[in-house]
């Protein structure tokens, strides 16, 4: 049976990294999945899905209007894979879920469950509440707990409470932090020595 899986962590836990490698197992045995990232999202280029240790492919976008049905997939696919998840709309979730019950086709997400607010990206809050499968992929805060939310950093390393809920960035602009540090009130600076450079 075909599921909708949403495999979700907090920046820098290797969810793009995870992606690539299950793209590449699909392709070794003959197999032809179809990769997404969001359009909006150009840290690796447009239309590239990037990670942290190097690895780097050309992929399709998605949008707001971008509709996934199976009239539009075509045949011949063994999986879709989407990067960057947590920008997809309810209804896109929707679709994708449909999708990988109606054709029977596995839809892997892979993204952040909550911004720099701890706030739930509409996406992402779809993709929990749809998701037949669920997966939190680890990464640690610079404390040395398991991270699960996000800080937003200014130019200055100092934390950012307000502002637009995307802001495209990497390392420079957010930090994984464990819930004890996300609701510390220290600011200045949030990295540790060493850490985060």
């Known amino acids: 049976m075909s599921k909708l899986y949403f495999r979700y962590a907090a920046m820098n836990a290797g969810k793009s990294t995870a992606l ?46 971008t ?61 929990l509440t749809l998701a037949d499968d669920l997966e939190e992929m680890k990464t640690i805060c610079a404390c040395a707990r398991k991270a699960s939310m996000n800080l937003r950093v200014d130019d200055q390393g100092r934390r950012v409470k307000e502002g637009e809920q995307v802001v495209i960035g990497g390392n420079e602009r957010y930090r994984a932090v464990c819930p004890s540090c996300f609701y510390s009130e220290a600011d200045d600076p949030v990295d540790a020595p060493g850490l985060f450079g």
């Open 20 to 65: 690539l490698q299950a793209a590449h197992n699909y392709e070794e045995r003959g197999m032809k999945v179809r990769l997404f990232t969001a359009a909006h999202d150009d840290r690796a280029g447009h239309g590239i899905i990037g990670s942290r240790l190097g690895l780097q492919r050309q992929v399709e976008t998605f949008g707001p209007q």
């Open 67 to 127: 509709v996934f049905d199976a009239g539009w997939l075509g045949a011949g696919w063994a999986c879709v894979l989407i990067d960057e998840a947590q920008f997809l709309n309810p209804g896109q979730v929707r679709q994708l879920h449909r999708l990988a019950h109606a054709a029977h086709l596995p839809v892997i997400c892979y993204g952040l469950r909550s911004d720099f607010r701890g706030e739930a990206f509409a996406g992402a809050a779809a993709l």
